[in-house]
């Protein structure tokens, strides 16, 4: 069978409509994973639905207790073929966010798969079960289009936690070194940076979760009798928010900027426009840091955001003044940026502002990564994406959001490539979240070319070392 031939019978399994029944099976399951409570229905994904579907291609299943006590499982998948060859490690996660069901409009509901023209709503849709089901399903279509065998091995890991942060991923992979041991990650995650264009990236951005806390008194006072000689811990509060990022989104720190946006990466930037989606926002030409574009400031730069905002009674004011305040903020940055220091850098820049009564607390962190985009395997998939999808690919540094790419560049020392199958407007942790059906069906094609062409016999760079920018 030819290349072509692989891809044409990707697609029409989709069209023939087995791609609809899987995915229908997979949301139907109720793999909420962020509400700090156990769920059984995060081992159920992995040791019925999961495993049936990767033993009938060929791969041995282990689904391992998570080394974080009530977090979600593993499971790790392996098809091995020759121990000589090398092998592709993919990842997907099963658990997704809260289902929100009194939110969804009428006729939408989370677990329920229901189709409207390109449009298949329902939780997990596009954030990740829709995606790592475009992935096997073109792996699929590979596996019987060469008779059923690839040419490498495959290994698949598949986490229940990633909507709650990855609790134990670290520690599983370090102890799972030898099963996990592989020379690529190709995965999926994200959006694409619009429906009709097929892109890639080589890592993510990192994030640091922090909160700044002005405890002044045990409880609050009339802002009449006591206005003026108290200190108000909320206006105190913003003023040291204020000292960390302006009012138009500019860091103020130098020590948590990029010393300077890399050539190679305002190369690959160049051109990449965002939004302009159904439903996108549009961006504001004149937030974030000076001289950047709308895709350097997302994907090459750092940001400092404020998530939340405490004080008083929001919801029905009073005339007090609160006795402690809270804003709970995040930094996303790239790599080379000294995140481990943050709260020293923040601690010493607070101090030197006269904000030293504000307390510091780091609450979430996760390591930033990028693949030097001269990699011998960027080109090589930018070349195999092409050539499937007849479109020229939006190669990415990084992503702007944050994945647990560390865990595989970092701690595996594997070049990473991410090839997403969804789309900005995907409503991705919201109510109406869905996946577009022709970006999956193009995604299937896309995935099934990227799988075939890693069994053609040469000019393959198997051995070339990962490197960061």
Not at 16 to 26: A, I, P, T, W, Y
Not at 87 to 109: F, I
Request: aromatic share 6%; charged share 20%; proline share 7%.
């Amino acid at each position: 069978m030819l290349r072509s031939d692989c891809l044409d019978a990707a697609t029409a399994w989709f069209d023939e409509g087995h791609f609809f029944d899987v995915l229908q099976r997979r949301v139907a399951l109720r793999t909420e994973s962020d509400s700090g409570k156990p769920n059984p229905a995060l081992g159920d994904y992995l040791s019925g639905e999961m495993t049936d579907s990767l033993r009938a291609l060929g791969f041995s299943c282990s689904v391992m207790p998570n080394p974080v006590e009530g977090a979600g499982p593993f499971l790790v998948a392996r098809r091995v073929e020759d121990a000589a060859l090398p092998t592709v490690l993919t990842y997907g996660h099963g658990d997704v966010v809260s289902g929100q069901e009194d939110r969804w409009r009428e006729g939408l509901q989370p677990w329920e798969l229901v189709r409207e023209g390109e449009r298949w709503y329902g939780r997990g849709t596009a954030d990740n079960k829709g995606q790592h089901t475009v992935n096997l399903g073109a792996l699929a279509s590979v596996i019987k289009a060469r008779g059923g065998r690839l040419g490498y091995n495959a290994t698949l890991l598949l986490e229940m936690g990633e909507e709650a942060a990855s609790p134990g991923l670290h520690a599983f992979c370090e102890s799972q070194r030898a099963q996990l041991r592989a020379d690529l990650l190709i995965a999926c995650d994200g959006p694409r940076v619009h429906a009709d264009k097929p892109t890639l990236f080589l890592g993510s951005r990192g994030a640091v979760n922090f909160s700044l806390r002005l405890r002044a008194r045990d409880k609050a006072y009339h802002s009449g009798n006591w206005g003026g000689a108290l200190l108000n811990p909320a206006s105190v509060l913003a003023g040291a928010v204020a000292s960390l990022v302006d009012a138009r989104g500019r860091i103020l720190v130098s020590a948590l900027k990029p010393r300077a946006l890399p050539p190679s990466v305002r190369r690959a930037l160049a051109g990449v426009d965002i939004g302009g989606g159904e439903d996108d926002p549009l961006p504001d030409p004149h937030w974030g840091e000076p001289g950047l574009s709308t895709a350097e400031r997302l994907m090459g730069w750092n940001t400092i955001e404020v998530l939340a905002l405490g004080a008083g009674s929001p919801q029905r004011p009073v005339n007090a003044i609160p006795g402690e305040a809270v804003a709970h903020c995040q930094l996303r940055f790239v790599v080379g940026t000294p995140y481990q220091d943050l709260a020293g850098i923040l601690r010493k820049h607070l101090d030197r502002c006269g904000f030293n009564r504000v307390e510091i607390e780091i609450t979430l962190t996760g390591a930033a990564t990028r693949l030097d985009l001269d990699h011998p395997w960027v080109g090589w998939a930018q070349r195999s994406i092409a050539l499937s999808s007849g479109k020229p690919v939006v190669t990415l540094p990084n992503l702007a959001g944050s994945l647990p790419n560390d865990v595989f560049a970092d701690l595996l020392g594997l070049p990473t490539l991410w090839v997403p199958h969804s789309y900005p407007a995907c409503a991705q942790h919201a109510p109406d979240e869905h996946l577009l059906a022709p970006v999956a069906r193009e995604g299937l094609r896309i995935m099934a070319g990227l799988y075939w062409d890693l069994g053609e016999p040469a000019g393959l760079p198997w051995h070339a070392a990962p490197a960061a920018a």
